[in-house]
């Protein structure tokens, strides 16, 4: 008589058979065989167990690939049925399991439909992500005419408020727009000036960035042809004109009339030649 390979009670079997059963927790007792995978008719069962085992491992691989896509920022919610996409898991899990107990189920299914989805998302948010940076690319353009727009109107405000404090002849305003506008750009919501080297241009106290004001007034030494005759407010601060003896250093100049006054007077290259203290 043949012996049963499980059975739920050791009485089941004769007295001297039961040493030959072991049991195991949930199934029963198993009886012990040797050397199973030879049985001639276990043999078709392993290989496909085999096989089952290996789309399982190549499934596996391909939903790793989308272990860490944000279902949120990529919109998948409102355009897949989640609720399919977790029968597909729990169907490979429920796979990987009646494969552990040598059953032998198909999962070619679950690769193709997994494939299927993979191109499809892949095909979608390419193009979604194509529109986007299109998008981003015109925004940046007109961000960056407006940037240039506002830029252009807050300096000729400031040039031409600072030409007509410093004495510019209203004839060379256009000029004198044209020339601030070569050096300075806006740089964290200031105007900054800029040499040809790519450092910022200080001003007088050699610390901070040179003033639209500073900036006309520097001109003075190459061009005087901008500039208004001396006969009106030039001097230093008490109405006299800045004395050479009296000027050791920038600092003695406090205000732009008086770094104004001294240049016409005595010239750019003495100004610049002064000490900063």
Known sequence: ????????????????MRSLYTEKEGVGYILDIANVKDHPDAMG?????????????????????????DLDDYKIRSELDLD?????????????????????????????????RVESMVRKYTSEIDARDSSIKDLNAKLSESVKLMTTFQLNQEVDAASVKVGVKPSAMTDVRDRAAKIFRMEEGTLTPFGTDGEVIRGAD???AQTVEEFIVSLQPTAEHLFQGSSGSGGSGSGEKPKAGRVRSKKDLQTVDQQA?????????????????
């Open 45 to 69: 069962a392993f290989a496909a167990l085999g096989v089952e085992r290996t789309k399982n491992k190549s499934l596996k691989a391909e939903l790793e690939k989308f272990k860490d896509v």
């Open 1 to 16: 008589m043949a012996l049963t390979a499980v059975i739920e009670r050791l009485e089941d079997v004769a007295e001297d």
């Open 261 to 277: 006054a001294y240049i016409h007077e005595f010239g750019g290259d003495a100004y610049h030649k002064l000490p900063v203290e």
């Open 206 to 208: 050699a610390v901070h």
């Open 84 to 116: 399919e996409i977790d029968s597909l898991r729990q169907r490979q899990a429920a796979q990987e399991e009646n494969g552990n107990n040598g059953k032998k189920q198909s999962g070619s299914e679950i690769e193709a439909e997994v494939s299927k």
